[in-house]
T-cell receptor, first 111, second 113 residues
Framework: GDSVTQMEGPVTLSEEAFLTINCTYT??????LFWYVQYPGEGLQLLLK?????DKGSNKGFEATYRKETTSFHLEKGSVQVSDSAVYFC??????????FGTGTRLQVFP | NAGVTQTPKFQVLKTGQSMTLQCAQD?????MSWYRQDPGMGLRLIHY???????DQGEVPNGYNVSRSTTEDFPLRLLSAAPSQTSVYFC????????????FGEGSWLTVV
């Protein structure tokens, strides 16, 4: 069946460091891909999305490119801030808008 | 502009008690769903609905009931709470078209003691 695999955390970085959170997927066809973010004590927010191969989603300095050949959707940011500390979830959408999530990656950014 | 509204935000239940988590959306979305979030497991689908009067099971439906009598509301019922149902619950809604956004509520933190 379809699945999403994320790198395990926590990822610990200093402010202004470069961030990569790996996400790979297994799916039939070409599902839409998403990154959601959950700040401490809050709900899920859509961070970015891509609906077809080679699409690049971007928001708030974060980027991810839908790579069909490597079945990946890695999240990147050039310079992280303390305020980016959160849990990040990669997800794919299946029929009837059902989402399959990765296990989440906790990011901790220190000043 | 309420979006997806979940209530309550926090709840403590005793084992065996029943309760209903409420979810309402004001965007006239056809698709609604419930997920639970557990440490190290991400979010897993409990039940979903593609329209009023239509529901189906997701990955982890046991112990939960749902109904969809209106487009706006999609309540999740725990008939006899168990400690294994301690979790954070999220409701989501969407229009069901390619490229559209799936919106989430702010979550309901449930503890069963």
């Amino acid at each position: 069946g379809d699945s999403v695999t994320q790198m395990e955390g926590p990822v610990t970085l200093s402010e202004e460091a470069f961030l990569t959170i790996n996400c790979t997927y297994t799916a039939t066809g070409y599902p839409s891909l998403f990154w959601y973010v959950q700040y401490p004590g809050e709900g899920l927010q859509l961070l970015l999305k891509a609906t077809k191969a080679d699409d690049k989603g971007s928001n708030k300095g974060f980027e991810a490119t839908y790579r069909k050949e490597t079945t990946s959707f890695h999240l990147e940011k050039g310079s992280v801030q303390v305020s980016d500390s959160a849990v990040y979830f990669c997800a794919l959408r299946r029929v009837n808008d059902k989402l399959i999530f990765g296990t989440g990656t906790r990011l901790q950014v220190f000043p | 502009n309420a979006g997806v509204t979940q209530t309550p935000k926090f709840q403590v239940l005793k084992t065996g008690q029943s309760m209903t988590l409420q979810c309402a959306q004001d965007m006239n979305h056809e698709y609604m769903s419930w997920y639970r979030q557990d440490p190290g497991m991400g979010l897993r689908l409990i039940h979903y609905s593609v329209g009023a009067g239509i529901t189906d099971q997701g990955e982890v439906p046991n112990g939960y009931n749902v109904s969809r009598s209106t487009t706006e509301d999609f309540p999740l019922r725990l008939l006899s709470a168990a400690p294994s149902q301690t979790s954070v619950y999220f409701c989501a809604s969407s229009q069901g078209a390619t490229g559209n956004t799936i919106y989430f509520g702010e979550g309901s933190w449930l503890t069963v003691v």
